[in-house]
């Protein structure tokens, strides 16, 4: 029989006062007051789905223009496989590109929390409790994790280190790949040519777009993990939120 302070039980000592007059049983019953805040803003869920299925698809098509499919017999204007497959990898590369741009100017005009995924308060003390706290939490080492409106400080380094700094440099390599089919007077040849100065054989960049998107696919991974995990064990909601925009915490007690 667990007693009274073990998980979920620790919550019936915040049975809501006046709850009998609502017609509430306190026989056994867990009764909480759920707060919600709403955190975030329509553009930056819509940026974040069209973003999660843009890079699914550059992925997909990424994965396939380095290791070609198979031969297929015949004219190859008949078939056009892997032109058809560049053309997608390039579609969702501008909608992804266009969605950054986009989601930086939210960054400005939005609220506070839309602007958390371009900048880490690394003069924080306290933000950095948050690291330690956390990483610590995710291995299992603390006993409950804190409440955060926004993202908690762990997710936030993921977040800048992923959408920001990995994002840039797959549209920096991306297009830099993509002036040299479109010529030295395109503008992507103008504004991402200087990535051969820095890397002058383009095989190089092509590794490193390559290796970029590995990196993307093991973010992938855990980023869903910790999505799910910190949905069920966390003291706030996760995946609705990315839906919704509304965190709901579930226990009124100190963060
Ligand atoms: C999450 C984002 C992205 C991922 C995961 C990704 C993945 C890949 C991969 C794996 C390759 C094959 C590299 C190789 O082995 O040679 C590739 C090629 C390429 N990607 Fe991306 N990419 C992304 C974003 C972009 C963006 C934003 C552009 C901008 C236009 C772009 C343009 C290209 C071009 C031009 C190629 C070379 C195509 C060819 O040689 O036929 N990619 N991409």
């Known amino acids: 029989m667990p007693d009274s ?33 709403y955190v975030y803003e329509a553009p930056v869920r819509v ?8 890079v699914m698809v550059l992925v997909a098509t990424g ?25 997608t990898h390039f579609t969702a590369a501008y909608v992804m590109a266009i969605g950054f741009l986009l989601r930086l100017y939210w ?22 409790r ?6 610590r939490w995710y291995a299992f ?7 955060y409106i926004g993202h908690n400080p762990l997710a936030q380094i993921s977040m800048v280190t992923m959408f920001t700094f990995f994002s840039v440099a797959m549209i920096v390599t991306g297009f830099a790949l993509y002036s040299q089919g479109e010529g030295a007077d ?17 095989q190089d960049v092509h590794t490193l777009h390559r290796l970029g998107m590995w990196v993307i696919v093991t973010f992938i991974i855990i980023h869903v993990y910790a999505g799910l995990r910190e949905d ?24």
Do not use: C
Request: net charge neutral.
């Open 186 to 202: 395109s503008w992507q040849a103008k504004v991402f040519g200087w990535v051969f100065l820095l890397f002058p054989n383009s």
């Open 130 to 135: 948050g690291v330690i706290h956390e990483a």
């Open 232 to 255: 069920i064990m966390s003291r706030q909601t996760m995946i609705s939120t990315m839906f919704s925009g509304e965190r709901q915490f579930r226990d009124d007690r100190e963060v």
């Open 141 to 147: 080492l603390e006993e409950e994790p804190k409440k």
């Open 107 to 128: 960054g400005f005009v939005g609220n506070h929390h839309a602007r958390r995924i371009f900048y880490l308060p690394l003069w924080s003390k306290k933000w950095w």
């Open 5 to 37: 302070t073990s998980y979920p039980f620790r919550f019936q000592e915040q049975i809501i006062p006046g709850v009998a007059d609502l017609g509430g049983d306190l026989n056994g019953e867990m009764v909480i007051t759920r707060s919600t805040v």
């Open 47 to 54: 940026w974040h789905w069209v973003n999660a299925l843009a």
């Open 63 to 87: 994965f396939l223009i380095g290791r070609p499919l198979f031969n297929v017999p015949g004219e190859a204007s008949d078939h056009f496989l892997m032109g058809y497959i560049r053309f």
